[in-house]
């Protein structure tokens, strides 16, 4: 999904390793509950039930629905990847 992002929004290759970098990062973490994704990225907001990560120096929002488990890592599926401009137009 990032590289289908990077590749219909012209410009935004100069960011691509900074928006893997925040999938290295998911891969890596072990939340399970939102006050773990807190700790590691302290501006993620809850809307509605997706998480909301400012990545990129606030120019992208990537919308995630995290599944909490219990015994295990939660399980990210990402849902979008805006820029800011697009992510205020849902607002």
């Not at 410009?11 to 691509?16: A, N, P, V, Y």
């Not at 970098?21 to 006050?35: I, L, P, Y």
């Not at 998480?51 to 995290?66: E, Q, S």
């Not at 399980?75 to 820029?83: D, H, M, P």
Request: with cysteine; hydrophobic share 40%; proline share 2%.
């Amino acid at each position: 999904m990032v590289h289908q992002f990077v590749d219909s929004h012209p410009g935004t290759e100069r960011d691509l390793e900074t928006l893997l970098d925040w999938c290295k990062t998911v891969e890596k973490a072990d939340w399970r509950n939102f006050g773990d994704v807190r700790t590691t990225y302290s501006h993620a907001d809850l809307v509605g039930e997706l998480a909301c990560f400012n990545v990129g120096g606030n120019k992208y929002r990537i919308l995630a629905l995290i599944l909490y488990r219990p015994n295990t890592a939660a399980k990210v599926l990402l849902r979008a990847i805006l820029t800011h401009k697009e992510y205020d137009k849902l607002q």
